[in-house]
């Protein structure tokens, strides 16, 4: 693994099901993020994890959870999808302090909602 | 509320010169981040500004006015890998990143 890897790379579900992205890091970050994508939008910021154990909510958590039970990995499930949650996902992970601590991304999963 | 305006579009020519403006208003600043999106790709991370004043690295530079709460982003001798778009993110008083929406940056040959 080099980087942030994401899986699924896409995913068509069905409205109501349950569904977990995958994200994993191997550069020891110890923040964690989880982004949305839309058409004509900004990346916008859905949960957030300053280090492992610890979880925060972004401008857009209703519908999501996560989990950070160590430092590698952080996934993002979405308990009953709806159609609003069609959307390309970023996961990407950052030094935790002050300093310019650029983030990486991850290649993002595009998930469709039907 | 947290804003950060960027034009939708942009187009230049192979070789010229572009600026890419950004102005935000925020709940606190603690520096500005510019990165470049290929279609179908992740954002990569180009340039950082917490003080006033232009970094420059290589074909690209970034100058910052934290009075005027702007920014813009400067891609000297285009090329056509140029072509993407180019997101404007600020770290706010949460050190959290509010996005823009983005600048599509067409190169014409």
């Known amino acids: 693994i080099a980087g942030i890897t994401q899986a699924p790379t896409s995913q068509i579900l069905a409205a109501g099901r349950r569904m977990t992205l995958r994200c994993t890091q191997d550069m020891r970050h110890n923040a964690m993020y989880w982004y949305r994508q839309d058409l004509g939008l900004g990346l916008r910021l859905i949960h957030y994890?300053?280090?492992?154990?610890?979880?925060g909510k972004g401008e857009v958590p209703d519908g999501y959870s996560v989990s950070r039970a160590n430092t590698d990995d952080f996934p993002l499930t979405l308990a009953s999808a709806v159609p609003s949650q069609t959307s390309v996902y970023f996961c990407?992970?950052?030094?935790?302090?002050?300093?310019?601590?650029?983030?990486?991304f991850g290649p993002g999963t595009r998930l469709t909602v039907l | 509320g947290q804003n950060i305006d960027q034009p939708t579009e942009m187009t230049a020519t192979e070789g010229a010169i572009v600026q890419i403006n950004c102005t935000y208003q925020?709940?606190?600043?603690?520096?500005l981040f510019w990165y470049q999106q290929h279609a179908g790709e992740a954002p990569t991370f180009l340039s950082y500004n917490v003080l006033d004043g232009l970094e420059e690295k290589g074909r690209f530079s970034s100058f910052l006015s934290r009075s005027k709460g702007y920014s813009y982003l400067l891609l000297k001798e285009l090329q056509m890998k140029d072509s993407a778009s180019y997101l404007c993110a600020v770290r706010d008083s949460n050190y959290q990143l509010i996005w823009g929406a983005g600048t599509k940056l067409i190169i014409k040959p």
């Open positions: 925020t709940s606190g600043f603690n520096g």
């Open positions: 994890s300053n280090t492992a154990g610890t979880t």
């Open positions: 990407a992970s950052s030094e935790e302090g002050a300093g310019y601590n650029e983030q990486f």
